[in-house]
């Protein structure tokens, strides 16, 4: 199994940053990507940005492109998201999500694991 912990959500501004992190821990010999996705009431998981874990090219989605951007620490086992321009329409409970074996991908099935989330309040 693969353990996640997310951290460094919080309150912002439009206009500011917030930079989450992703740990991963146990089976991280499995894993292939890591992902963030997020989700407000009512709707469902969306996705943000993925990252292979050997390193590779990153996959965003159009709503975040340019503004945010994923990177990932190898010897530290940590995915980090940094989030440039936040507009409200970015508030959501971010998730990191690891998908162990298979290439990277954008749909939330296609992730075996998941963490607690973390609450990003963007105010206008």
């Known amino acids: 199994q693969v353990q996640l912990a997310e951290s460094g959500g919080g309150l912002a501004q439009a206009g500011g940053s917030l930079r989450l992190s992703c740990t991963a821990s146990?089976?991280?010999?499995?894993?292939?990507?890591v992902a963030w996705f997020r989700q407000t009431p009512g709707k469902e998981r969306e996705f943000v940005a993925a990252i292979p874990w050997s390193g590779g090219s990153a996959l965003y989605a159009d709503s975040v492109k340019g503004r945010f951007t994923i990177a990932r620490d190898g010897a530290k086992m940590l995915v980090s998201l940094e989030m440039n321009s936040l507009k409200p329409a970015d508030t959501a409970v971010y998730y990191c999500a690891a998908r162990a074996y298979l290439p990277i991908r954008q749909l939330a099935a296609d992730y075996n694991f998941w963490g607690q989330g973390t609450q990003v309040t963007v105010s206008s």
């Open positions: 146990g089976r991280t010999d499995i894993i292939s990507a």
